[in-house]
Structures are given as structure tokens and as C-alpha cells.
């Protein structure tokens, strides 16, 4: 195979759930993802073990990516993604409790 060639790469079977679950969808409506799983395809660009990650990332340089800069990108959204979904957490954790707390009446002492 030459470098020109396209790499043929396996479709994988598609789900909304499946979808959601990966960090660059995770902002898409129902919508949004049940039109990917009905027209779009979803390839495997890198095996589980990660083996052929750098001619990956060396193919997205060649056509402009900067790595670095996606790198950051990536990282930032990741820790504001994970801060948000702590919060409302945390909110939904301490409204529990006060109505817990407001269920179980006075306490005795």
C-alpha cells in the first residue's frame, strides 16, 4: 500500500448511548446523535493497545493539526466537563440530604 492509498479502517456499529459516552459527542442533543448513528459511520482510528498512535497523530500534523495546541484544548475542556458534572453532583448530593433531613421530622434528643 503507498501513503496516497486510504487506510481501510472497520465501521463500528453505532448507538446513541455509545456515543454519548465518548468526550467528543458529549454535547450533542438526542437528535443530534440518532442522525450520526443513522448516516454517519464511526471508525476505529486507534486500537485499544495504542500501537499505531504516533503514525495517527504524525497523519493529523501533515494536514495541519497542531497536536500541542489540541492537546491543551482537550485538557481544558476535559477538566471543565469533570468540574461541571462534580458540581451538579455535589448540589444533588446536599439536595437529597436536606430532604432527608426535612423527612425525617425533628430530631429527638
Do not use: Y
Request: aromatic share 6%; with cysteine; net charge negative.
Amino acid at each position: 500500500m503507498t501513503r496516497s492509498e486510504p487506510v481501510a479502517r472497520p465501521s463500528l456499529p453505532c448507538g446513541p448511548d455509545e456515543l454519548r459516552s465518548l468526550f467528543l459527542f458529549a454535547k450533542l442533543s438526542q437528535e443530534q446523535l440518532n442522525w450520526l448513528c443513522e448516516h454517519g459511520r464511526v471508525e476505529q482510528v486507534l486500537s485499544r493497545s495504542n500501537e499505531n498512535a504516533e503514525t495517527v497523530l504524525d497523519r493529523f500534523e501533515e494536514v495541519g493539526v497542531d497536536i500541542e495546541s489540541l492537546a491543551e484544548r482537550l485538557q481544558q475542556e476535559g477538566i471543565e466537563a469533570f468540574t461541571t458534572s462534580w458540581n451538579e453532583l455535589m448540589s444533588r448530593i446536599e439536595s437529597k440530604a436536606h430532604a432527608l433531613e426535612g423527612a425525617a421530622g425533628p430530631a429527638h434528643s
